[in-house]
């Protein structure tokens, strides 16, 4: 049965090679993280447009070099380029999870996933019924609000701009303004991710 080397003389097999779509996911991630241009990208690292066009398509062999050289552009790790997307699954069952009523109004906040370090969002799953509308004071500078209804109908957005949104229509507003929620519909339910910068 093989050991996994080449012989007796202990040289080894050649190096298992990154499956480029791990590679080409990261550096797409964190290109859009940090809000640059393949071409700013490519200039940042020294290296040709080309080359990293062919990187994020996930073709080419990128070198240690090339890619510690794109982890410094980006001021990631280099291991943030290369490490395998993590794979534990998370389930949170609906009626399930840590949830904080309103004061305001029928309304209840379920915390999905809290920000873990190096990322800046929380993910919230919230039920609202008609009646009192939630107001909601600026949140940190830089906040950014995504909201996903899945049920029902809601008014929300920066005071004075509400929109009226049904099942499957998304808003994206300022979430460092004044703002605020209103169930229309009875069994209104959305999900709400707060960005933070």
Known sequence: MSTGTGGDDGASLPPTRLPLEWIAASLRRERTRVGISLSELAKRAGI????????????????????????????????????????????IRAGEGPSVASEQANYVATLLSASPPGARRDIYRLRAEPGAVRESEPHIPGTVEHLVVSAGRV????????????PGDYLSYRGDVAHAYEALAPGTAFVLIMQHV
């Open 155 to 166: 008014k929300a957005g920066p005071r004075g701009e509400e929109v009226e949104l049904g």
């Open 48 to 91: 040709a447009k080309s080359t990293l066009s062919q990187l994020e398509a996930g073709a080419g062999n990128p070198s240690v070099e090339t890619l510690w050289a794109l982890g410094v552009a980006l001021g990631v790790p280099f291991s943030a380029l290369v490490e395998p997307p993590a794979p534990a699954v998370r389930v």
